[in-house]
């Protein structure tokens, strides 16, 4: 009995997070959908602007949950500029919470607002967010020979010409690193070995398209990139063996005591062009995120495990970054949801507003 409501309780503590960040969703689309009529026949800047800070007030809410919420502790190790930039990050992908990482790092640059990802074109249908995230200036891709080069190069031109502060997320491994999918890993090794690459232990051999595009696109207007590598303390079984990395359920269970997260700022003018040397580049880069990451993992001195080497700094969010954007959210969704005619709205704009999405990405993303 006792076990069960342990269990039980444990299992509650991600419901309040998701409860709110799932039931805000119809009242921030609205808020957006509405400034998005009002900007019609406004310079592009000002609609960007705008929903940049809209975008920056939902995000912040998402981390009042991941950070505040949870406790979790963030450990910064290498240089991460004060100010904002227009960037290209690149990172190790293991789990569902990464796309949480770079708003946590965004944040402190106060550059929230800017990020925009680079998604797996299956991402585009979920409810509500797929449309949204396309509109804020998300770019949804394809694998392999179904990639489209000269779609996303248009619309990063756009971007860049409308002066469009960019934080573009790209993880160019293209899927997650989960050490339970042996074939998974296998594969992307074999792969290394035949191309006369370093074959990698803890992460998958980097994909060159996506981020030679971006980088293409964008050489003139961008300041840097940031090479950014995570890791996730707790993710080690009894036998010392690296295992998966928490979902965002687990995370928002708190599964998760530390993340530990290394930045290297890269100028732009040290990342080759040519995509053949740049292939190479980015390689390089990814046996850097490896070194780290056996470091972390396998070392053989226990003092050195568990962490990154060099100094890190214990990086605490405060609550007057994310509280306030959590209470504007719930509080509008709440008055809502207390009239009759509130209420039907709101579930109108789950039912209408993903229909509409839906068929806007299945045309335009």
Known sequence: MLLSLVLHMYSMRCVLPAAVLLGTAPTYVLAWG???????????????????RLYCIYQSMVLFFFENYTGVQILLYGDLPKNKENIIYLANHQSTVDWIIADILAIRQNALGHVRYVL???????????CYFSQHGGIYVKRSARFNEKE??????????????????????????????????STSQTFAAQEGLAVLKHVLTPRIKATHVAFDSMKNYLDAIYDVTVAFEGTVDDKGQRKEAPSMVEFLCKDCPKIHIHIDRIDKKDVPEEQVYMRRWLHERFEVKDKLLIEFYDSL?????????????NSKLSLKKTLPSFLILTGLT?????????????VKTWIYGTLIGCLWVSIKA
């Open 34 to 52: 509405a400034w998005r009529l009002l900007s019609a026949f406004l310079p592009s800047r000002f609609y960007q602007a705008v929903d940049d």
């Open 120 to 130: 797996k074109d299956g991402l585009k249908w979920l409810p509500l967010y797929g």
């Open 152 to 185: 996303m190069r248009k619309k990063l031109q756009s971007y860049t010409n409308a002066g469009t502060p960019m934080y573009l997320v790209i993880f160019p491994e293209g899927t997650r690193y989960n050490p339970e999918l042996t074939k998974v890993i």
């Open 301 to 313: 001195d226990p003092e050195r495990r568990n962490k990154f080497p060099g100094k890190s700094v």
């Open 334 to 346: 709440a008055g809502m949801l207390m009239t009759e005619a509130g209420r039907k709205l709101y």
